[in-house]
């Protein structure tokens, strides 16, 4: 089984891909929804931090000289794809992540863990990517520690719909700031993935969701 597959299952029996009636931030009706939020223990924290991993071995990113994590979802994202690329590829990855509020006391500053320095390559760890707003906050603070060349932004799952206008939100990332994203799966591969097939006895999308999905993102998708 791929990555990709046990990635989805895996989403699937921690609760955090649901399918059914949902609304989603942007006010669309979706038949699907992803909560990252609902990770919540060790064990998944540390299955997360693998999937991501192995997103980054397989599109040569370990060649980065840092991950960096956006606070917050960011930051436990970050720490776990560290721990995980060193205890399971041996790649002992520099990791770093930003406060929300400038610290004016002790060390100082607004980043924690590895100092960027000129000329660094930077992976950015995120969780999912809607209409681009992390990655805009996100940049210029890289920039302004050092002048970084960010190699890409790994997320889970694009959703691969239109954002405020034509394009998703992963092409306006790469418009804006010439960043290319790399998700561990995309909303086509969970169709394909999960589509009649049983987890845990149960099947989580049968002919009619798949419907659904298809339409929506026949609506709505890029």
Do not use: W
């Not at 100082?108 to 992976?123: A, H, I, T």
């Amino acid at each position: 089984m791929s990555y990709k597959k046990e990635f989805i299952e895996f989403m699937v029996r921690s609760g955090v891909l649901t399918f059914g009636d949902f609304t989603a931030k942007s006010g669309r009706k979706t038949p699907y929804f992803v909560n990252t939020g609902n990770y919540k223990t060790g064990l998944q924290a540390a299955r997360l931090g693998e999937f991501y991993a192995d997103c980054v071995m397989a599109h040569g990113l370990d060649k980065a000289d840092a991950l960096f994590g956006p606070a917050y979802k960011g930051i436990p994202l970050v720490v776990a794809t560290a721990i995980a690329l060193s205890n399971k590829y041996g790649v002992d990855m520099n990791y770093c992540f930003n406060r929300k509020e400038v610290k004016d006391h002790g060390e100082g500053g607004s980043f924690v863990g590895y100092k960027l320095k000129d000329g660094d390559k930077v992976v950015i760890i995120e969780d999912v990517i809607t209409a681009g707003t992390a990655i805009s906050e996100c940049v210029p603070q890289l920039k302004a520690q050092a002048d970084v060349d960010i190699m890409g932004l790994v997320i889970s799952v694009d959703r691969m719909e239109r954002g405020k206008g034509a394009n998703s939100a992963v092409q306006e990332v790469k418009a804006l700031y010439g960043i290319d994203t790399y998700p561990i799966v995309t909303s086509h591969e969970i169709i394909d993935a999960v589509h009649n097939v049983k987890i845990d006895g149960k099947v989580v999308m049968d002919d009619a969701m798949r419907a659904r999905m298809e339409a929506y993102l026949k609506e709505y998708g890029v």
